[in-house]
C-alpha cells in the first residue's frame, strides 16, 4: 500500500486561503486516481474532490465547486487542493487517499489513507 503524508493545514479567517499538500512514500502517483475527503466532528467522512489517474479528470462535491481545485504534479509526484473562500463549514479533518487504476468513484474503492492535517476556518 502506499503511505501517504498530507500537509498545509491550518487556521484562517473566514474567506481566507490555504494549500493542503499530499505526498507518497515509497511508490509514485502515476496510476492512481487520488481523492481528498474531510470529516468534521460528529459527521460521516464526504468526499471533496478527486483527480482521476491517465486523463487527470477532476470531481468536486457541490459544497466546494468553484472554490477548492485539486491538482496533480506527477514531476513531483504530489497532488495539492487549493482552498479559497473557506468557510467556517469548511473546518474539519482533511485526507488524501488512493485509487489504484480508480475512476474517483465509492469511498470504499480508496485503499490508502493519510493521517489527515486539521483545517479550522473561523473569527
Known amino acids: 500500500q502506499v503511505q501517504l503524508v498530507e500537509s498545509g493545514g491550518g487556521s484562517v479567517q473566514p474567506g481566507g486561503s490555504l494549500r493542503l499538500s499530499c505526498a507518497p512514500s515509497?511508490?509514485?502517483?502515476?496510476?492512481?486516481?487520488i481523492g481528498w475527503f474531510r470529516q468534521a466532528p460528529g459527521k460521516e467522512r464526504e468526499g471533496v474532490a478527486c483527480?482521476?489517474?491517465?486523463?487527470?479528470?477532476?470531481h468536486y462535491s457541490d459544497a466546494v465547486k468553484g472554490r477548492f481545485t485539486i491538482s496533480r504534479n506527477d514531476a513531483k509526484n504530489m497532488v495539492f487542493l487549493q482552498m479559497n473562500s473557506l468557510k467556517a463549514e469548511d473546518t474539519a479533518a482533511y485526507y488524501c487517499?488512493?485509487?489504484?487504476?480508480?475512476?474517483?468513484?465509492?469511498?470504499?474503492?480508496?485503499?490508502?489513507w493519510g493521517q489527515g492535517t486539521q483545517v479550522t476556518v473561523s473569527s
Open positions: 515509497g511508490a509514485t502517483l502515476d496510476y492512481y486516481s
Open positions: 483527480v482521476s489517474y491517465g486523463e487527470g479528470r477532476v
Open positions: 487517499a488512493t485509487d489504484y487504476l480508480g475512476d474517483c468513484g465509492k469511498i470504499s474503492d480508496f485503499g490508502s
